[in-house]
């Protein structure tokens, strides 16, 4: 057990929907970072909170969002939908923002968009 | 573009003897390496890193050894256990970005 926690673990939704993802790091983790899992793509990051604010962007689409509140916790917008957009969602969490950090990850979401 | 690549989808090994994984990265900024294990309908979990001030690092049956110069990581595991069966991952960082970069992964079973 990481000590990341991840809701739901599940979720299976229709194209066009919106869904949040939602994440707690570990106790004491200022950083948090979102991951896609996908076939086709393999693990790619797709952006990081640091303290409630954003910290690094990577392949992460104009229909997604994130955001950090102040007691850590992050969660991970969805909308729009599409088929494509079916994968696994990781959160991971380190103590600070220094890239020389272990990430530990959550055991993620399954997305299935219909 | 690839900037992380395991070229071996997948490995099988006897309990007991060494499994050695590789990894190869283009991207001569990326000078921070770790390798995580993931198990089916889990997330991955950190196994071990190295800075590129270092060639080796030892944690346990886990060594990972690091080629600057031919961009090249590799992951050893001795011996092998039936419980090391997992997919293993490689990723890269840098100080350009704090993000992680996978590679595909390496599908090892360790047969008893």
């Known amino acids: 057990d990481s000590g990341v926690t991840q809701t739901p673990k599940h979720l299976i939704t229709a194209t066009g929907q919106r869904v949040t993802l939602r994440c707690s790091p570990r106790?004491?983790?200022?950083?948090v970072y979102w991951y896609q899992q996908s076939l086709d793509q393999g693990l790619q990051f797709l952006i990081q909170?640091?303290?409630?604010?954003?910290?690094a962007k990577g392949n992460i689409l104009e229909r997604f969002s994130a955001q950090q509140f102040p007691d850590l916790h992050s969660e991970l917008n969805l909308s729009s939908l599409e088929l494509g957009d079916s994968a696994l969602y990781f959160c991971?969490?380190?103590?600070?923002?220094?890239?020389?950090?272990?990430?530990?990850f959550g055991p993620g979401t399954r997305l299935l968009v219909l | 573009d690839q900037q992380v690549k395991q070229n071996s989808p997948s490995l099988s090994v006897q309990e007991g003897r060494i499994s050695i994984l590789n990894c190869d990265y283009t991207?001569?900024?990326?000078?921070?390496f770790l390798w995580y294990k993931k198990y089916p309908a889990e997330g991955p979990t950190f196994l071990i890193s190295?800075?590129?001030?270092?060639d080796k690092n030892e944690d346990g049956r886990f060594t990972v050894f690091l080629n600057k110069s031919a961009k090249h990581l590799s992951l050893h595991i001795v011996p092998s256990q039936p419980g090391d069966s997992a997919v293993y991952f490689c990723?890269?960082?840098?100080?350009?970005?704090?993000?992680?970069?996978f590679g595909g992964g390496t599908r090892v079973l360790v047969k008893p």
């Open positions: 991971a969490s380190s103590v600070g923002y220094r890239y020389q950090e272990t990430q530990y």
């Open positions: 909170y640091y303290n409630g604010e954003e910290r």
């Open positions: 991207n001569s900024m990326f000078d921070y």
């Open positions: 990723a890269a960082s840098s100080p350009a970005g704090n993000k992680l970069t």
């Open positions: 190295i800075s590129s001030i270092k």
């Open positions: 106790s004491g983790d200022l950083s």
